[in-house]
C-alpha cells in the first residue's frame, strides 16, 4: 500500500518536472523542444539544457528540503506553526545578503555565501541561548530564542537598509522575496553537496521522531535519546534551509504547508511524511515556479507569491474536506 | 510673397508681446515692493490631482526628487532650495544644501526644521500621508511624478510657476526641446538591440513606458522589451537568451559582477561582455540633460555596431 503511493508520488513528481521543462517564458511547441533537448548548442538547447533543466532540478531540491524540514521542525518544536524559517534563519540570512549588497564585494558569489553566513550564524546563536538556559535542548526555548534572534537580525538588516545606498538595497530586499531565476548548475550542485547529507540524515532519523511525537520520556523508555535526536534534527534542519536561503532566497508557504497537507491526506507517521513531503514538497515548488514564469510572461513573478496564491486555496480545500465528518 | 512675410511679422509681434509680459508684470511688483503675483494667486494642479495655492512665490523649497532638485537648479531657482535628499548630487552646487533623510519615507520633523514654504514629493502613496501632514503644518505640499522625458518640461513649468521662475522654466523647455529633437537619431532599418538590465539578481529590466527606454530609443537603439506590461519589471534570463539583444546597457562604469554568473553564459551579448556603461545621474533621474545621455549612446550604439559589422 505504502509502496504503491509512492511509486505513484514519484511518478507525478516526474511528470511535473517535465512540465517544468516544457514551459517557461519563451514557449516553444513540442518538436522545438524534443530539437532542443537533443541539441545543445542552439538557442532553445542553450536555454533547455542550460537554464530550464537546472531550474527545474533545483526548484524540486529546494521545494523537498523545505517540505522535509517543516516536517522535522513541526516535530522537533511540536507546534504545527513551525517552519523552516521559524528559527531565526531567514532573519541571519537576510542580514548576511543585505550586508553583502551594502558592502558591494562586487563578487559574483557574494550574496548566496554571506546569506549562507549569516543563517548559520543565526543557528548557532538560537542552539547556544537555547542549550545553554538549561542542560537539555528545551523546544520552547528554541522557538523563542529563533524568533528573538530574528527579530535582532532583522532590526540590524533594517539599519543598513536605511543607513546606506537605498536603491541598491531595494533590490536586496526582492532577492530576498526568493526566487529561482539564478538557478544554474553551479548553484544546483552547490545545494545538492550541502542538502544530501541532511536529507539523509533526516529520513534515517524519522522513525524516532515518530516515538518523539509520543512524549520526550515514553520516547526515552522505547530506546530513543531524545536530546540527541533534537539537536540532529535542529543541526540537519538548519543547514539544509541555509542552503536553500543561500540559493534562491526566502520561499515561504511549503515548508509549512506541504507537511500538513501529506499528514492530512495520507499518514502522521514520520517514516512516510519525511520522504513524502520531500516529494509534495519538490512537485509542488516546480509547478509554482512554472506558473511563476508563464503566467505575465515575459515578466516573471516573485515565487513565494505563487505559493501562496495556488497553496493556500488548495490547503484550505484540504482541510475542510478533513474536518468535515 | 508678401503675405508671408507679414505672417511672419504678425507671428514675431506675438512672440516679443508674449514675451514682454512676464518681466513686465515682474517690474510692476517690484515697483510696489510686492510679491510679484499678489493679483494673481499662484496656482498649480499636481500630478495627485491636489491644488497647490501659493500666496507668493516659494522661497524655500525642500525638494525630495533629486530629478526636482536638479529642475530647480536648471531653472534658476536653485537659491530657493533649503533642503534635498541624500540621493541629490547634481548639479554640485545642490550638495552644499542640507539633506533631509532619503525621501522615501520623508521624516517629517527633518523636513519642517528647514522651515519651507514649498515641499516637493514624488508621488506615491506613502508620500501622499506625509503630503497631507505637511499641509496640516500649513506647508505646502507638491506631489508629482517623474518618470519620463517629458516631465522634464512639465514639471519644470510646475516648479517654475511656484517659485517665480516661470520665464527660467519657459526657455529651459525651450531649450530643452530643440537639443532633444536635434539629439534623437531619427529611426533605423536596423538598429542596436538593447538589453537595458537595471538590476541583475532578480533581473529586471525597464519596458516603453520608462526614461531609460525613451533614452535607448531616442539614441536610435531598440529596447528588446519594450512590449513589457509595466515600466519595469522581473524577466527571466531565458527570456533574454530568446531576445537575444546586441549589447547589454548597465548603470555603472566597469563589468557587473554578475556578468560572471554562469546562468548568464547563455545570453551571447552577456558571454561577449557587449556592455554599454551608463554612468552618471543623467541616466537615473529624468534630467534637463537627457539631449548629452542620448547623444554618448549614440556614439557608444555606433561604436557597438561598427565593432560587429566588422567580419
Known amino acids: 500500500m505504502i509502496a504503491r503511493r509512492f511509486v505513484l508520488l514519484s511518478i507525478a513528481a516526474l511528470l511535473v518536472m517535465l512540465f517544468g521543462v516544457a514551459v517557461g517564458s519563451v514557449s516553444l511547441s513540442p518538436g522545438e523542444l524534443l530539437a532542443g533537448l537533443r541539441g545543445a548548442g542552439t538557442t532553445h538547447g542553450l536555454i533547455l539544457w542550460h537554464l530550464r533543466v537546472p531550474r527545474v532540478l533545483l526548484a524540486f531540491l529546494v521545494g523537498g528540503g523545505l517540505g522535509v524540514t517543516g516536517a522535522a521542525l513541526q516535530a522537533l518544536v511540536r507546534n504545527p506553526l513551525a517552519d523552516p524559517y521559524l528559527l531565526g534563519l531567514s532573519g541571519g540570512a537576510g542580514l548576511g545578503a543585505v550586508a553583502a549588497i551594502a558592502l558591494n564585494t562586487g563578487t559574483a558569489w557574494a550574496v548566496p555565501l554571506a546569506a549562507f553566513a549569516g543563517a548559520l550564524g543565526a543557528v548557532a546563536l538560537v542552539y547556544r541561548l537555547a542549550v545553554v538556559s538549561g542542560r537539555r535542548l528545551d523546544p520552547r526555548v528554541l522557538l523563542l530564542a529563533g524568533v528573538v534572534v530574528g527579530a535582532f537580525a532583522g532590526a540590524i538588516r533594517s539599519a543598513i537598509i536605511v543607513l546606506s545606498d537605498a536603491p541598491r538595497l531595494r533590490n536586496a530586499i526582492v532577492w530576498l522575496l526568493g526566487g529561482l531565476g539564478s538557478a544554474s548548475w553551479d548553484s544546483l550542485l552547490l545545494l545538492a553537496a550541502y542538502s544530501i547529507i541532511p536529507l539523509v540524515v533526516l529520513w534515517y532519523v524519522a522513525r524516532q521522531l515518530d516515538l518523539l511525537a509520543l512524549g520526550e520520556e515514553t520516547a526515552a523508555h522505547l530506546g530513543a535519546d531524545p536530546e540527541r535526536l533534537k539537536r540532529i534534527v535542529y543541526l540537519a534542519a538548519s543547514l539544509l534551509t541555509a542552503a536553500s536561503v543561500a540559493t534562491c532566497g526566502i520561499i515561504g508557504f511549503v515548508g509549512l504547508v506541504i507537511p500538513h497537507a501529506v499528514r492530512r491526506a495520507w499518514t502522521p507517521l514520520h517514516r512516510v511524511l519525511v520522504p513524502a513531503s520531500f516529494l509534495a514538497g519538490g512537485s509542488f515548488l516546480v509547478l509554482a515556479d512554472a506558473l511563476a514564469r508563464t503566467v505575465m510572461r515575459p515578466l516573471e513573478l516573485p515565487v513565494g507569491v505563487v505559493t501562496a496564491l495556488v497553496g493556500v486555496p488548495l490547503f484550505a480545500v484540504l482541510l475542510r474536506r478533513t474536518l468535515t465528518p | ?311
Not at chain 2, 171 to 180: E, H, I, N, P, V
Not at chain 2, 284 to 294: D, K, L, T
Request: charged share 20%; aromatic share 6%; proline share 7%.
Open chain 2, 1 to 311: 510673397m508678401g503675405i508671408l512675410h507679414f505672417r511672419q511679422w504678425c507671428a514675431a509681434a506675438v512672440v516679443a508681446l508674449a514675451a514682454c509680459g512676464s518681466p513686465e508684470s515682474g517690474q510692476r511688483s517690484a515697483v510696489n515692493g510686492r510679491p510679484s503675483t499678489i493679483d494673481r494667486p499662484l496656482v498649480v494642479i499636481d500630478d495627485a490631482g491636489d491644488t497647490i495655492r501659493l500666496a507668493r512665490a516659494a522661497h524655500r523649497v525642500v525638494s525630495l526628487i533629486p530629478a526636482t532638485t536638479e529642475l530647480l537648479f536648471a531653472i534658476g531657482a536653485g537659491d530657493a532650495v533649503v533642503g534635498r535628499t541624500v540621493w541629490c548630487e547634481y548639479p554640485a552646487e545642490a550638495l552644499k544644501v542640507p539633506a533631509v533623510g532619503d525621501g522615501m519615507l520623508p521624516n517629517i520633523e527633518a523636513v519642517v526644521a528647514r522651515h519651507p514654504d514649498l515641499v516637493i514629493l514624488y508621488l506615491s502613496s506613502q508620500n501622499a500621508q506625509a503630503a497631507r501632514k505637511l499641509r496640516e503644518l500649513g506647508i505646502a505640499a507638491l506631489q508629482v511624478r517623474t518618470d519620463r522625458l517629458a516631465d522634464v518640461p512639465r514639471v519644470g513649468r510646475m516648479l517654475g510657476r511656484l517659485t517665480g521662475h516661470e520665464p527660467g522654466a519657459d526657455s529651459m523647455g525651450r531649450a530643452f526641446a530643440d537639443s532633444l529633437s536635434a539629439a534623437t537619431v531619427s529611426s533605423q532599418n536596423h538598429p542596436l538591440r538593447a538589453f537595458v538590465l537595471v538590476w541583475a539578481d532578480p533581473p529586471m529590466t525597464v519596458g516603453a513606458g520608462s526614461y531609460l527606454s525613451e533614452l535607448v530609443e531616442r539614441a536610435g537603439g531598440e529596447n528588446v522589451y519594450a512590449d513589457l506590461p509595466a515600466s519595469s519589471g522581473q524577466i527571466s534570463v531565458e527570456s533574454a537568451v530568446e531576445r537575444n539583444p546586441d549589447i547589454v546597457l548597465v548603470l555603472g562604469k566597469a563589468t557587473p559582477a554578475f556578468a560572471k554568473r554562469p546562468e548568464w553564459q547563455a545570453v551571447p551579448a552577456i558571454r561577449e561582455h557587449a556592455f554599454v556603461f551608463a554612468d552618471g545621474t543623467e541616466f537615473g533621474q529624468p534630467s534637463p540633460r537627457a539631449p548629452s545621455a542620448i547623444r554618448f549612446l549614440t556614439g557608444q550604439f555606433r561604436a557597438h555596431q561598427a565593432a560587429g559589422a566588422r567580419p
